[in-house]
């Protein structure tokens, strides 16, 4: 890339998320969760890019959560984790990436965007106490959940238990919804590692599937699907369906007196996802059908907008500083007295357990996924 | 009242000076105000900077000036209404709400006070000190009559039992007045931000998290405690952090401005805190330290070399309380690695924002507020011009600013009331 055309890149980037507005007064980086166990300055990477020092090659881009706090406690406005987006997309550009802490999983995503001839055996998780269609209103999107399930089964996640409580939780709502084979990625994590070309092509597969089927609203389990397709599709095309996330979808039902659940005396927490809390605002409605189903709920010393990340996103640079944090977030679910830890994304459940996995005996400690949690206080799983 | 007399609503500062110069030049003044006192933010004020004058013994002379003038009428506990007609005749309905108590028997002994068996948060104080439901909202209170808090009163009836003038008056009614008046100053000042929004800070959930009023309270002689700092569990307080532009400066809740006192605010109480106790820490976290008014420079230097408050750069992004209740504050001093500091008390300088009920009171005067809710101005050459011929702007309510700036901002808009009601060219009418 000719240096003018960088420099114009950089410039719009500046532009758009308002990183002129810094005013170095460092509270994005006393906020960063990476910066309290490692080395990490929001301010100072902007601060480069303003008096206009090469961003890259930088691996300080590369080494941002994205998680989002920065964001949420910067008075000025500035949005630090698109900032990091934008400006890894120009490095991407440029041959760049981040370290993968998962080896080819983003070839994988890649190679979905190509015709062929083999279909993809994306819903074999559908067993036959589950009712699910081709056609209709109600699309489940669920995402990388089969995938993952094979991926990190050493972990003992079980990540198809999510779709498949899903599925129940709906059909006993009168849902039959839609799921689709021929789903692919939603592209998050390439979209936030700066490979924006098929992030598009993945999102226009994706879009014209569900308008295939009919799709009126999507429901989603995953929050990077939900704040994709909410916030990064409608960037590159325009969307004719519903969004909502299953927590939204629950909570409704719940004011309207549709939900019959079992509750449990047993204190329990929630850790808040970046992508569904910071990113998308949706703290009340997971803790609303939380605190039903178990009324002596509890809240982890740094909670909804002040949430501690579970240490990285989109699956770069998982390292020490990342393992820290989430033993840091893991104590704090200790300190509450809570054994459950009740989280809605997929990832995040990944990366506890990992964390846990790896230190056997440290922790008394159980990470529910959101939807196997409602199931199971509905009667509809074990 | 007349065509040549001119309203002023709000009995601050600013309101109280306008009020007074128009008095002076002859003129009529009706001073409406919302409480039981004039006086305004500046009474609840313990010394001002940058000179660390007692503010009530500068204010209470004034007070007492502008109530007893001959040309000034003060309705106090009242509001304004309705306004009909235009510059030059304006009609004005004021509501002024019952006090329960005989305004022209009260010889403000207090005896009702001290008898009243009710305990109730004191708005004045910050809600730090008990009131009774008989009270005054201060010592210097100007006019020095009594009220009964009807909506928290058990109606035991005691006071009515001890007033030796037999002032009480549980059946008074609220009373509608109407006043004509060629001008109106509008100068209702600010409120404090409730800083509960903003949650890294905590404010609300730990003790020992304070805002700057409260902590004026606290170490003003006839405050709460008597201008001793003290913390809610009794621990002596060894160490206190200012946090500036809290809610300020601030895009998240559309609150970008500089609220133009709390860089000077703090470095007062930090040196109020010196003076009173010189063996307390008192460091303040900044994000810029705004120093452009006179004198406030050496202020700043005066308070870091002769009383060694420690000035520091960075905004703190979390709070956390430990378990002897003292904070933790995170901040990043150049963005380097983040610090932190232990300490007794955290102070919040927070944002000051346009005082409650302005969006009615903007309506019912037929004027226009900008984007912060500030009283617009019709251009920025007349800064005391509303968007409405013959209603002015004076203080606060109109931009952020220190106290002189409010009294010189009173002023002008007495002088620009004066060319009305004094029949100046007849185009200023149009």
Redesign the interface.
């Known amino acids: 890339m000719r240096a003018d055309c960088r420099m114009e890149k950089i410039t719009e980037i500046i532009n758009r998320t308002k990183a002129y507005?810094c005013?170095?007064?460092?509270?994005?980086?006393?906020?960063?969760p990476l910066?309290?166990f490692g080395?990490y300055?929001p301010?100072?990477v902007v601060?480069r890019t303003l008096i206009g020092l090469p961003v890259r090659p930088d691996l300080r881009i590369w080494s941002c959560l994205t998680c989002g706090r920065c964001k949420e406690?910067?008075?000025?406005?500035v949005d630090y984790p698109e900032f990091i987006r934008r400006i890894r997309s120009v490095a991407k550009g440029e041959k760049e990436q981040g370290i993968c802490a998962h080896g080819e999983l983003f070839s994988v995503m890649r190679l979905l965007t190509r015709q062929s001839e083999t279909p993809q055996k994306r819903l074999y998780w559908v067993s036959e106490d589950l009712m699910v269609r081709d056609k209709g209103d109600m699309l489940y999107f669920t995402g990388c959940l089969p995938y993952f399930d094979i991926v990190f089964r050493d972990l003992g996640v079980h990540t198809v238990e999510i779709a498949r409580s899903t599925v129940k939780i709906l059909n006993k709502l009168d849902v039959v919804p839609v799921v689709m084979n021929d789903e692919v990625c939603c592209g998050h994590d390439l979209y936030w590692n700066g490979e924006i070309e098929t992030f598009k092509r993945l999102a226009a597969i994706n879009i014209q599937n569900i308008a295939r089927r009919g799709a009126k609203k999507v429901i989603f389990s995953c929050p990077e699907g939900y704040r994709t397709f909410k916030l990064d599709y409608p960037e590159f095309f325009d969307l004719d369906f519903e969004l909502v996330h299953i927590s939204e979808f629950l909570a409704e039902q719940l004011d309207e007196g549709k939900i019959d659940f079992r509750t449990i005396d047993e204190p329990v927490t929630y850790h808040d996802p970046c992508r569904l809390g910071r990113h998308l605002g949706v703290y009340d409605a997971p803790r609303r059908v939380i605190s039903t189903i178990a009324p002596n709920f509890v809240e982890m010393?740094?909670n909804?907008?002040?949430s501690l990340c579970c240490g990285t996103a989109g699956w770069t640079n998982c390292d020490s500083f990342s393992e820290e944090i989430r033993g840091e977030r893991l104590k704090e679910c200790s300190d509450t007295g809570a054994q459950m830890m009740i989280t809605s994304c997929p990832k995040c459940l990944i990366h506890f357990k990992c964390h846990m996995s790896n230190r056997k005996g440290d922790y008394d400690l159980e990470i529910v996924p959101f939807e196997v949690f409602v199931a199971r206080a509905m009667g509809l799983v074990k | 009242m007349s065509e040549k007399s001119v309203l002023v609503i709000g009995g601050g500062v600013a309101g109280m000076q306008a009020a007074f110069d128009l008095a002076e030049a002859g003129i009529k003044v009706c001073l409406v105000e919302k409480t039981l006192s004039i006086g305004g933010r500046m009474a609840q004020l313990d010394k001002t900077f940058p000179t660390n004058d007692c503010a009530i013994c500068i204010l209470a002379p004034k007070m007492m000036d502008c109530y007893r003038h001959e040309n000034i009428e003060v309705l106090t506990f009242s509001e304004v209404i309705s306004v009909e007609g235009e510059v030059g005749s304006f009609k004005v309905k004021i509501l002024r709400r019952p006090r329960f108590v005989d305004a022209e028997l009260c010889n403000g002994c207090g005896d009702c006070a001290r008898v009243c068996p009710m305990g109730i948060l004191n708005r004045f104080d910050m809600d730090l000190r008990v009131r009774g439901g008989a009270y005054i909202p201060f010592l210097q209170a100007v006019p020095l009559i009594y009220a009964l808090d009807r909506e928290k009163c058990m109606r035991c009836g005691l006071c009515k039992v001890v007033c030796g003038k037999d002032a009480i008056r549980f059946d008074q009614k609220p009373e509608l007045v109407e006043r004509s008046v060629g001008a109106i100053i509008v100068a209702i000042g600010f409120d404090p931000l409730d800083p509960s929004g903003i949650t890294e800070y905590g404010y609300g959930k730990y003790d020992n998290v304070l805002t700057a009023l409260e902590y004026e309270r606290l170490i003003c002689a006839a405050g709460p405690t008597g201008g001793h700092v003290m913390r809610t569990d009794g621990k002596e307080v060894r160490s206190i952090a200012w946090i500036q532009c809290v809610g300020a400066r601030d895009t998240r809740d559309n609150r970008p401005y500089c609220c133009s006192v709390c860089c000077m605010h703090a470095t007062k109480e930090a040196i109020l805190t010196k003076e009173h106790y010189p063996e307390v820490g008192t460091s303040i976290l900044y994000t810029d330290l705004r120093c452009f008014g006179k004198g406030f420079q050496e202020y700043v230097n005066r308070a870091k070399d002769d009383y060694g408050v420690v000035y520091i750069r960075g905004k703190p992004s979390e709070i956390r309380e430990k378990e002897n209740r003292n904070l933790e504050i995170f901040y990043s001093p150049a963005s380097d690695k983040v610090e932190k500091l232990e300490v007794d008390m955290v102070v919040l300088c927070t944002a000051l924002i346009p005082s409650e009920g302005v969006e009615m009171l903007a309506q019912i005067l037929g004027i226009e507020l900008d984007g912060y809710k500030f009283f617009k101005l019709k251009d920025p050459y007349n800064p005391t011009e509303t968007t409405r011929a013959g209603i002015f702007v004076a203080g606060y309510c109109q931009a952020p600013r220190d106290i002189p700036e409010c009294i010189a901002h009173g002023s002008a808009a007495a002088s620009r009331a004066m060319e009305v009601v004094l029949g100046g060219s007849d185009d200023r009418r149009d």
């Open positions: 507005y005013v170095e007064c460092g509270k994005c980086t006393s906020a960063c910066s309290r080395d300055s301010d100072r601060e406690v910067c008075t000025y406005g010393a740094s909804r907008e002040n």
